[in-house]
């Protein structure tokens, strides 16, 4: 059984600050959405608008993911208000661990993402706004790979997400910590 730890008792009460909580729950929309999106036109036929529509939707809306993140490290980095853990014993060391390993893969997901559009050879524009340059020329040839490796890694984040969704609830309506205000308000 794990219980809190007496110097995280008062991480019970204590909640982020208002950016980190945006930047949060930004990420789900964004993550959540990007998924979405990426199914949704594995129904369509090729070459229809309207699966050309929700590709250009993936890319832009990924891009801002990648600015997203990039926030979110910065802050968490440097201003974001930091709490102790809120559980000690395997459930501290699974949630740090969790949420280590979707800050990685997160970022293997973007750097991925630019190396699909990339080999594919395609437009890379934001919102119709303006094109984002090739910066890493990748072969036509190894768009396959990136695309499966671009595609497994958003199941595992998907996967992981929803652990990490499905322990904040048992947190919540099990335990009866707290954990789950934490990132809901910032009073």
């Known amino acids: 059984m794990t219980t809190l730890s007496p110097s995280s008792a008062p991480a019970r009460l204590a909640h982020y600050d208002t950016t980190t909580i945006v930047l949060h729950w930004l990420t789900v929309v964004l993550v959540l959405g990007l998924f979405a999106l990426a ?35 910065v802050w968490r980095l440097s201003a974001g208000r930091r ?33 699909f559009r990339w080999a594919q050879g395609e437009p890379f524009a934001f919102f119709g706004l ?33 652990l990490h969704a499905l322990a904040a609830l048992f947190h919540h309506y099990v335990l009866r910590d707290g954990v789950l205000r934490r990132m809901t308000s910032s009073r």
């Open 39 to 73: 199914e949704i036109w594995g129904f369509l036929p090729r070459g229809t608008p309207t699966r050309r529509l929700l590709q250009s939707l993936h890319i832009s809306f990924g891009l801002a993911f990648a600015c997203v993140f990039v926030l979110r490290l």
């Open 130 to 162: 303006f094109d984002i340059p090739t910066l890493i020329p990748i072969a036509h040839e190894q768009r396959r790979f990136i695309g499966g490796l671009h595609d497994t890694v958003a199941w595992i984040i998907i996967t992981l997400a929803a």
């Open 83 to 115: 709490l102790p853990r809120a559980t000690s014993g395997w459930m501290g060391a699974a949630s740090v661990g969790v949420h280590g390993l979707l800050y990685l893969l997160m970022a293997a997901q973007i750097v991925l993402g630019f190396l």
